[in-house]
């Protein structure tokens, strides 16, 4: 158990950005090493799937399962990251997660086929389930109530810009070298790195979550009341916590259900737009720059959309970036050529801004601090389940057609009907647009 420190009380751990600055730094650099892991494989290994690793042209399904072992691997690790962390802390969590990525890199250099690259997605699962939850939680454990849409907002800006540079800098690579050991020296070079900065500067920040779940215990917390779930056990076992995030809280399932839709976009721009892009005669070069439009604009935007939710709420930017994400999906397939491709890229970019720090942020707002770890990992064990869900979905469709743009279409509807279940199920999350009601004190009589 990562218990406070002996000599530490509960009133050391002050909650903030400022107070706590060179921690929250430190976790968007460990974030952004995190999104060069993913950005990796996410130009050269879909584009080349066929000519360097052998997959079967046409085998839609077959390509989708890089993605489909990714997802589901990383949904379930996910969940049981959150569960460990509030055993063990967040620090310890973190370094399994780099521990697991240093094989990746060897696997894809080695490959002899297609199967190989699905089990590098296994441990990359791994990776991402441990290390990318552990910023999120880490910066929730630190930072006050009223900042995490700003928290969630730098912290996503952070990985996804580090997924799109790493597209854009491998394709480089892999236009002047070799493209096995492209991936190569680049993956086993952040991976050493991250692990090392992570032993060496990474704070346990479980001891922050524990100060604030005393303070809402003792009734010294100062700020808006958050709207907790009532009914809730202090310390929720594994199958109270799933059950109340998955489906039990009516705004807690619409959270989740957009969070695992909302990873269609993610799977579909990963595999489909590659090999879509390739098909129409881009270069690697300039499918890495079309993919890496999508996560700048998605990176950088949510500098903004993380603070714009903490003004004007969480609902409503939760259901204009699916339905403006779905728009930009669909209008791919009506245009033609690279600027444009690059316009509908960021559409679709700056959709997945306004809802993806912004759904963190909301599950946030309504978790309890003694369970906030995991019920972040329940929402994002659906989430990220979502690229499994989306990769078979989309990948069936499209052997069904015999066409990549049966994909696009897929998952541009499901978008659109995702928005619509937050709107009409999902109550705002923020606690100062919606405090939780002033319990009255009891009257004698």
């Known amino acids: 158990m990562a218990d406070v420190p002996e000599g530490k009380g509960h009133a050391a751990y002050t909650h903030g950005i400022r107070p706590n600055l060179g921690q929250f730094l430190f976790q968007m650099l460990q974030v952004f090493f995190v999104g060069l892991t993913i950005g990796l494989q996410r130009n050269v290994v879909p584009a080349l799937a066929e000519e360097e690793f052998g997959l079967a042209p046409g085998s839609y399904l077959l390509f989708m399962a890089f993605i489909i072992s990714f997802g589901f691997v990383k949904g379930a690790l996910n969940f049981v990251a959150g569960r460990l962390s509030e055993r063990v802390g967040r620090r310890r969590v973190l370094l399994w997660g780099w521990l697991a990525a240093l094989p990746i890199p060897f696997l894809i250099l080695y490959a002899p086929s297609w199967d190989w690259i699905v089990a590098a997605n296994v441990l990359l699962g791994v990776n991402q389930g441990f290390a990318w939850s552990m910023t999120v939680t880490s910066k929730a454990d630190i930072t006050r109530a009223e900042q995490r849409g700003l928290a969630t907002g730098f912290n996503e800006f952070a990985g996804y810009t580090g997924v799109a540079i790493a597209g854009v800098v491998t394709g480089y690579l892999a236009a002047d070298m070799d493209p096995r050991w492209a991936l190569f020296l680049f993956g086993l070079t952040v991976a050493l790195v991250a692990l090392a900065t992570a032993w060496l500067f990474a704070a346990e920040t479980l001891h922050w979550a524990r100060a604030e779940a005393h303070a809402h215990a003792s009734g010294t917390h100062k700020g808006p009341r958050p709207r907790f779930p009532e009914n809730v056990s202090d310390h929720p076992g594994t199958r109270e916590i799933f059950t109340l995030v998955s489906f039990r809280h009516r705004t807690f399932a619409a959270l989740s259900q957009a969070g695992s839709v909302e990873k269609f976009v993610d799977a579909l721009v990963w595999a489909f737009f590659p090999a879509w892009l390739h098909a129409q005669g881009l270069t690697v070069v300039a499918i890495g720059w079309v993919v890496g439009v999508f996560g700048v604009v998605w990176g950088a935007s949510q500098l903004w959309t993380g603070p714009l939710s903490d003004r004007i709420g969480r609902k409503g930017p939760i259901v204009a970036g ?29 959709g997945m801004a306004l809802l993806y720090p912004t759904l963190i942020a909301a599950v946030s707002d309504i978790s309890h601090p003694n369970w906030r770890s995991s019920s972040l990992g329940v929402y994002r064990f659906w989430r990220d389940t979502g690229y499994g869900l989306g990769g078979l979905a989309i990948g069936l469709a499209a052997d069904a057609t015999g066409a990549l743009e049966t994909g696009f279409w897929l998952t541009a509807i499901a978008m659109g009907l995702s928005g619509l279940w937050v709107l009409l199920a999902a109550e705002e999350t923020h606690p100062r647009l919606n405090p939780a009601p002033q319990l009255r004190p009891a009257v004698e009589e």
């Open 322 to 350: 699916m339905w403006i994400c779905g728009a930009g999906v669909a209008a791919t397939l009506l245009v033609e050529g690279f600027w444009l491709w690059c316009a509908t890229a960021a559409v679709a970019g700056v």
